[in-house]
């Protein structure tokens, strides 16, 4: 029997205040193991949860920031250097507050808060987890945001 090709569903959140990002600099477990990148908080969807809740708990417990969700700003699809492929939905959140001494996840350096340009130059040092980290950006930074109801959740 062939098996049935499934690509990962993950979340990332897109924070931005006062002109920067808020991206986490982790140690990198796939493409270059041990370096230190950057990312948008992101992860993979759990057992019954929304994308929503999903894309709220990555975000805690990666920076350290409670979140609000807001808008949704994309699907994005890449096929990962391990060979996975990654449906990577983004959404737009407002920054509620740190939680003081909040325990990050393993491999979890800290919370970056960055501007576009800090960004570009952390993208020219190859710095970036991902290659959808940026376009995420720049498509927030066009004005690129949909309607949370776009997304239908029937449980």
Not at 16 to 34: A, C, K, T, W
Not at 37 to 57: F, Y
Not at 93 to 101: F, H, I, Q
Not at 105 to 124: F, K, V
Request: charged share 25%.
């Amino acid at each position: 029997m062939m098996s049935r090709w499934t690509p990962n569903v993950t979340v990332s959140t897109l924070v931005y205040h006062d002109g920067r990002f808020l991206l986490v600099e982790e140690y990198d477990q796939i493409s270059q193991p041990g370096k230190p990148v950057l990312n948008q908080p992101a992860g993979h969807l759990e057992a019954d949860e929304t994308l929503i809740e999903a894309a709220e708990r990555e975000t805690l417990e990666e920076t350290g920031w409670l979140v609000e969700v807001h808008s949704y700003l994309g699907l994005y699809i890449n096929t990962a250097v391990n060979g996975i492929t990654y449906h990577r939905h983004c959404f737009i959140a407002r920054p509620l507050s740190e939680v003081p001494d909040a325990v990050l996840d393993e491999g979890i350096i800290g919370p970056r808060w960055l501007t576009l340009s800090e960004l570009l130059a952390e993208d020219q040092k190859n710095r970036l987890r991902s290659p959808m980290v940026l376009p995420c950006c720049q498509d927030y930074l066009e004005g690129q945001s949909y309607p949370l109801e776009l997304i239908k959740d029937f449980r």
